[in-house]
Nanobody, 120 residues
Framework: QVQLVESGGGLVQAGGSLRLSCAAS????????MAWYRQAPGKQRELVAR???????NYADSVKGRFTISGDNAKKTVYLQMNALKPEDTAVYYC??????WGSGPSDYWGQGTQVTVSS
């Protein structure tokens, strides 16, 4: 079984920073893309940032220049550094990864979500 466990959410004032972490564990043979999504109340889940195994990272236009996604392959962990936070960044943030396990092809996995609240 594969688990993605997020941490680092919380309450912060506008202009502040938070760093989210997502650690993958289980019978993992390979990790391809890792990404962060978010879902605000009443809105659809949207891609925030993605880091592929190879290739360039990409970001939603709304977070470019403020958020940075990075990964540590040895720790099977992806991070999201969020700076200059705005109230509109308030959402539940979800980690997502494309992972292969023993005897299984690539499958999509999701974390349980971590709440980020930015006060004005």
């Amino acid at each position: 079984q594969v688990q993605l466990v997020e941490s680092g959410g919380g309450l912060v004032q506008a202009g502040g920073s938070l760093r989210l972490s997502c650690a993958a564990s289980g019978s993992i043979t390979a990790i391809y893309d890792m990404a962060w999504y978010r879902q605000a109340p009443g809105k659809q889940r949207e891609l925030v940032a993605r880091i592929p195994t190879s290739g360039d990272t990409n970001y939603a236009d709304s977070v470019k220049g403020r958020f940075t996604i990075s990964g540590d392959n040895a720790k099977k962990t992806v991070y999201l550094q969020m700076n200059a936070l705005k109230p509109e960044d308030t959402a539940v943030y979800y980690c997502n990864a494309l992972i292969t396990t023993w005897g299984s092809g690539p499958s999509d996995y999701w974390g349980q979500g971590t709440q980020v609240t930015v006060s004005s």
